[in-house]
């Protein structure tokens, strides 16, 4: 008999299920065990006269053992888990668990010592089928509008992006450095001729800091689409993308999110409000009495970002913002600029936290390096100044951080929103 998940078990049938052990009432006579997979729960009966041999094997049994059951499913009122229960026939204990070395309310370090079963509570699981939604509607969205999936090199030999926080390798008798982000390969793509292109996959931050929105690798989803010529429309298909995102989101997890989370997924409404860097800081003076020094006007601060999300209810009822028109000494090089020198890009806040920059990307050569020059990157970017030599069309994109964007769905730290976190201070498990 094949394997039977929970969620399609059916009373009146016989099945076969294959689970954890979640919780065991062992009595003289009777024994009770719940039975857990990734989709549900299924209390399992035994009357111990009537199957002496499987009681003996439940006498064995330990919290978080594997077991195989097999038996008839029946309906019982009695029972809270969906009113059925398993009457079993056969049982085969898989594994015997050991004593848990951490509870659901041990310190976070603690679980992440013993990441593998802290995965197992029903909040990390929802998160990661979550983090699966969410990344497979956006894979969607973007098939469905003529973009191609390509994968990029980690491994490169000049540092990406600023040439600063890089972790640096040893490549045989050489160095490399693990990538930042695919900005430069996703560049190479518009010029060869791919038009529009994506990428899920890791990013490498060399940056020690402990703060719970930062790690030192995490998962990206990048695009990049070909015959762009304003910052708008870049806007327009990240705010269609998550709107479409969010609402599948909402449709498949939006219940077990609020009971397990005590979070709304909130599906957002279309257009995201956008406001430009200085008027977003006039705003926040005027509205809350946030003042900052001239000087640091040119890029948003972190209590500005964290400020975004109380103005952006108030003024725009939306938990989105789009903050364009930065200083051109705090944007990448590669962002075009337009006749003003400012770079035609920006920033996207959600909840307070900057989840994306986005911009149209400066693709004719000679400006693109005069620009390389100016942040003083020539030598360092010289093989990625070479994809704009030979024809590339105008181009734009944005990077989205799916644990990031796991973390603000859910209200969690960065080091919970992640399968395995990694931060200076975390190389295992």
């Known amino acids: 008999m094949n394997r039977t998940y929970i969620n399609e078990v059916v009373p009146g049938t016989r099945c076969r299920i294959s689970g954890f052990v979640e919780n065991l009432r062992n009595k003289r006579t009777m024994a009770f065990l719940v039975i857990r997979d990734i989709t549900g729960r299924l209390q399992v009966t035994l009357e111990k006269e009537k199957a002496p041999e499987l009681a003996a094997l439940v006498d064995r049994l330990t919290i978080h053992s594997v077991v195989t059951v097999e038996g008839e499913v029946v309906a019982n009122e009695y029972v809270k888990m969906g009113g059925k229960e398993l009457l079993p026939e056969s049982l085969h204990i898989d594994s015997i668990a050991d004593a848990l070395p951490i509870k659901d309310d041990s310190d976070i370090d603690s679980r992440m010592d013993y990441r593998w079963i802290d995965l197992r509570r029903e909040r990390n699981q929802l998160m990661l089928r979550m983090q699966t939604t969410l990344t497979a509607a956006m894979r969607n969205f973007l098939l469905a509008r003529n973009f191609v999936e390509i994968h990029t090199p980690k491994l490169i030999g000049a540092a990406s992006e600023s040439g600063s926080e890089v972790f640096e390798v040893k490549y045989f008798d050489t160095k490399a ?18 038009d529009r292109i994506f990428e899920t996959g890791p990013v490498f931050r060399a940056e020690k800091s402990f703060t719970n929105k930062h790690a030192t690798e995490f998962t990206g989803f990048d695009l990049e689409f070909s015959y762009v010529t304003t910052t708008e429309e870049v806007m327009q298909l990240e705010e269609q993308l998550l709107a479409d995102a969010f609402a599948q989101v909402a449709e498949r997890h939006g219940e077990e999110i609020g009971r ?52 952006s209810m108030d003024a725009y009822g939306s938990e989105f913002l789009f903050v364009t028109d930065y200083d051109a000494r705090e944007r990448a090089f590669y962002h075009m600029r337009d006749e003003r020198g400012v770079p035609m890009g920006y920033d996207l806040i959600w909840r307070g936290c900057e989840i994306t920059t986005g911009a149209v990307r400066e693709h004719r050569y ?64």
């Open 177 to 194: 450095y693990l990538a930042q982000s695919p900005q430069f390969y996703k560049q190479m793509a518009m010029a060869a001729g791919l």
């Open 366 to 429: 000679e400006v693109l390096k005069r620009q390389a020059e100016e942040k003083g990157l020539t030598n360092d970017v010289e093989f990625y100044l070479q994809f704009f030599r030979y024809g590339c069309p105008p181009h734009g994109g944005f990077g989205l951080g799916i644990d990031r964007m796991t973390m603000l769905f859910l209200g969690l730290s960065i080091k919970e929103a992640e399968f395995l976190f990694r931060g200076p201070n975390r190389l295992t498990p």
């Open 260 to 311: 397990l989370f005590g979070k709304q997924v909130i599906v957002p409404s279309l257009p995201f409000p956008r406001i430009r860097l200085a008027d977003l800081y006039a705003e926040l003076e005027k509205r809350y009495g946030y003042t900052v020094e001239d000087s640091a006007k040119g890029d948003l601060t972190t209590d500005a970002e964290h400020l975004c999300a109380r103005f």
